[in-house]
Each structure stands twice: as C-alpha cells, then as structure tokens.
C-alpha cells in the first residue's frame, strides 16, 4: 500500500513539474501498476502450488540431504518424522494417517491461518518408514503465483 502511495505521489509529482514522460516511461508506470494491482487468488491455485513446490523440495531429500540448505533455498521449514511423538495436532493427525493406511500420497494440509504443510510419506517393507514435513508459510507461497 505504501508503495502504491510512493508510485502515485512520483506520477503526480512528475506533472506537476511539467515534464514529459517518454512512450517507454509511460509503459514501464502502466506496467508497475498493474503488477502492484489485487488479484484474488483461489485456495485451489494455493494448493496447487504448494503441492508443486513440496514435490520440488522433496526431489530433493534424501536420507543425508543437508536439510538447512534447502530450507534457505526453498524458505521452508523440513522436517523428518519418524514417531509421533512431539508433534503439532495437524501433523499427528496426517502422520497417524499416513501410519494406518499404507500406500498414501504426498498431499497439503492447511494449517491455522499462516502455514500449509506439504507432508511426503517414505514407505520401506510394507511399513511406513518416516514422513518428510515440509511447511510452507501461505504467504511466500502466494507470493509465487
């Protein structure tokens, strides 16, 4: 909002002063504005690319991956799961899910407000080995749309 107000204060600042901008100046102002414009986003295409960017992550993990590396690549929290012990509700929720039912798919899970949680199960002799958690805050997730 503030830089909407900078934008709009340097056009009027700039005519008043009785100079002309170019054809291309003018381009690059239409162009910003409609960047800086609300767009209204869907929590489908929401999903959608925090499914996308888990399984970017996730192509990535392997049992040595040095996993600060990636969480400052991918702004991202990693987690390895192996018990359920010390989890949040929602991550206990999907890692029992996970452990009684054999064969799940990676999948996104909302959680509160600000996070979505890519969770990515490793199966190993018809048991479930660990679950990679990747979490996602929501709004660097829009913000790649």
Known sequence: MRGLFLLLLTVVGCFSCDSKLTDKQRKALRDEMEEREIKKIGQEKIYQKALARGREVSSYLKEDSEISALEDK???????????????????????????????????????????IYSKPVEQNDSLQMVWFVKFKRKSIIQLL
């Open 74 to 116: 991918f702004d991202c929290t990693i987690t390895k799961i192996t018990s359920a012990e010390g989890l949040s509700d929602k991550e206990r929720e999907v890692y029992e899910a996970y452990a009684f039912a054999l064969g799940g798919t990676d999948n996104v899970q909302k959680e509160g407000m600000e996070w979505l």
